[in-house]
């Protein structure tokens, strides 16, 4: 990582405040017949690659750029090129699947909001050294998704030692980040079942930990979902390569965006996840200027 812990803490503070960042989701409404979605303004409907709205000009709703009067497509968010939606008072909006996501960067949360608090960094940092050895053909259990609630599929397992605590845990493929394919672990810790007054508590759903796919150069295939093997038909083994040595920071653990608003889908660690030790490093909750948690 290239990437100062400074840094990142500033990047992540940045990303939770930001205008489509999770504080600014005020609403993610699955659209299933014709129907309004609060705060903005229109009929949203199912329409093919997307949704369709009807709105009159004086409604304020701009698709790709132009006032809508009438009916048109909103394109979802796997189209070649996705459709942009602004209504007024600075409100954006989004489509994934047949769900309409709106944020709103001046929402009460965002207000709200000072810092993501964090555990004390311990002065040589909390790195352990560990092992993945990459699977392929596992079912992903159905617990295991993103924010959006799809679900992510499954790389491998990585085995490392956490204060004398060997412990072997599920990684699932994550989205590329600046380029980079990542694993993704979600996982709980001891620090999880804590009130969150607690000084040493964490977010009670767990937290995510990311790491470089050693899976390089390129497995696009298992980033394109649509190019998937029928799992139905392969057994459960390993991967044709690996282990790989891996680095695991756990200076690093991040709040999922459930954490921050309700509008996202939170993934449910598997037991294997579920780590008995306190992982007293990285984020612990989102909180305002007195230091009480938002969410």
């Known amino acids: 990582m290239t990437e100062t812990l400074g840094e990142h803490v500033a990047a992540r503070d940045a990303w939770a405040r930001s205008a489509r960042g999770p504080l ?18 229109g009929t949203w409907a199912p329409a093919v690659g997307g949704l369709a709205v009807t709105a009159a000009i004086g409604d304020g709703v701009v698709v790709d750029g132009d006032p809508v009067d009438g009916t048109v497509l909103v394109a979802g968010d ?23 996501r709106v944020w709103d960067p001046a929402s009460d949360a965002v207000a709200r909001f000072a810092r993501i608090d964090r555990f004390a960094a311990r002065p040589g940092g909390w790195v352990t050294r560990g092992r993945y050895e990459p699977w392929s053909g596992r079912e992903a259990p159905g617990h295991l998704t993103d924010a959006a609630g799809d679900p992510l599929p499954v790389a491998g397992a990585i085995e490392t030692t956490i204060d004398g605590t060997t412990v072997r845990m599920t990684a699932v493929r994550s989205a590329p980040f600046h380029g980079r394919r990542r ?12 009130p969150e007054d607690d000084a040493g508590s964490s977010y009670s759903m767990g937290r995510f930990l990311y790491l470089d796919d050693p899976e390089q150069p390129d497995r696009s295939a ?25 680095t695991l920071d756990w200076e690093r653990l991040v709040l999922p965006p459930c954490a921050f608003s309700y509008q996202y889908a939170c993934p449910v660690p598997p037991e294997e996840n579920r780590l008995p030790v306190a992982l007293t490093a990285g984020e612990r909750h989102p909180v305002d200027a007195s230091g009480a948690v938002l969410h």
Request: hydrophobic share 35%; charged share 15%; aromatic share 6%.
């Open 24 to 41: 600014a989701l005020v609403n993610a409404q699955a659209v299933d017949r014709p129907q309004p979605v609060w705060p903005v303004a």
């Open 78 to 100: 796997t189209a070649v090129v996705p459709s942009t939606v602004v209504f007024r008072d600075g409100l954006a909006g989004m489509v994934h699947g047949t769900t309409l």
């Open 183 to 194: 694993l993704q672990l979600i996982v709980q810790d001891t620090t999880s079942t804590l």
């Open 222 to 246: 298992q980033y394109d979902r649509s190019a998937q093997p029928d799992r139905s038909e392969q057994p459960d083994r390993p991967g044709g390569s690996g282990p790989f040595d891996v």
